[in-house]
């Protein structure tokens, strides 16, 4: 089967790509992966100042999940601009390339844009408005505000040509409404979904486990939760969807190309075996040649969303 795909006006050599905050900047698991062989990766969130991020411990177990609060710790933006993206213009020709932009105000991510604009060397942007472990100040994240999302996302169209992405987050009542307010501020595709916040409480000392007390639950139990969002963001919008959490095998990743994603992210996955990503794009490959399918676009938008009413005479 065909892997490789157009979309935002590039060749994607594959639909899995490493996702926001679990592969750094490229450079920290070149060691241990072929970069080359993924789809592209989305960077770790950048804001405008650099951030040491949240007190240990930032990641825990819970349950068939994970939880972290890492608190966004990145160099920031002078440095990113500085080290990190010719580091990536050097060794990340062969794959897309997706800046992570994290900030408090709209304004703050229409700086970091203009800052990385001015720099180049990568495809486009992910805006991160669903960061559930540093919300804008004094309120929600902007993922949870359609007003908000739609101030962000207009203003940052208005500077750049490169496709713009924005991230949600799982925890609405009703993700759809917020996926078309993204497309109709000019979003060119949607990343569903962030990570649930969470909490998990050490009984013996009455203290949360986290460092920071609550965080982002990723990992195999969200699965479900981004596969539905992405099937509600499907039936709601045109744009390209992305989908992200719980994706660990090609099944995974199959399940939110059939809801209607073209791209999957691997999160959580690729801590415990950071081969993950290559050997599902390779999984997916079999899968369509055992399938006879011939390229990966007959397989996304493939599930239709059943209704099966209970007849009236066994409801009673
Ligand atoms: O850095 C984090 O704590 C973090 C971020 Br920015 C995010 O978007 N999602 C998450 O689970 N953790």
């Known amino acids: 089967m065909r892997l490789s795909q157009t979309l935002f006006g590039v060749d994607f050599q594959n639909p899995v790509l490493l996702a926001a905050g679990t592969c750094g900047f490229g450079e920290e698991l070149q060691d241990t992966l072929d970069l080359d062989a993924l789809g592209g990766i989305v960077t770790k969130s950048v804001t405008l100042e650099p951030r040491a991020g949240n007190p240990a411990p930032r990641l825990v177990e819970a349950g068939n999940a994970m939880l972290n609060s890492v608190g966004l710790a990145n160099p920031g933006l002078e440095r990113v601009c500085a080290e990190k993206l010719p580091w990536m213009k050097e060794h990340l020709s062969r794959i897309q390339v997706l800046l992570s932009v994290a900030g408090h ?15 180049g060397g990568f495809l486009g942007y992910e805006l991160n408005l ?6 804008r100040l004094g309120g929600v994240p902007f993922a949870l505000d359609p007003d908000a999302l739609t101030r962000v996302v207009q203003g940052a169209q208005d500077l750049t040509d490169r496709p713009l992405l924005v991230k949600l987050a799982p925890n ?9 307010a993204a497309e109709e501020a000019g979003a060119n595709g949607i990343t569903l979904v962030n990570t649930m916040p969470g909490l998990v409480i050490d009984i013996a000392s009455g203290s949360a486990t986290l460092g920071a007390g609550s965080g982002g639950l990723s990992g195999p139990a969200l699965r479900a939760v981004g596969v539905h969002a992405v099937h509600r963001a499907r039936a709601h919008t045109s744009i390209p969807l992305v989908g992200v959490g719980g994706v660990s095998a090609a099944e995974d990743a199959i399940q939110y190309l059939m809801a209607g994603a073209s791209l999957v992210q691997i999160g ?9 990503a290559q050997r599902v794009a390779r999984d997916i490959a079999r899968y369509g040649e055992k399938m006879g399918i011939e390229k990966i676009e007959d397989l996304i938008g493939t599930y239709q969303a059943e209704h099966r009413p209970v007849p009236v005479s066994e409801a009673r």
């Open 268 to 276: 959580t996955a690729t801590f415990a075996d950071p081969r993950t």
């Open 172 to 180: 609405v009542p009703d993700i759809g409404p917020i996926a078309e």
């Open 130 to 135: 669903s960061c559930p472990n540093d919300t």
């Open 105 to 119: 105000t709209p304004e703050e991510y229409w700086r970091i844009v203009e800052g990385l604009e001015s720099v």
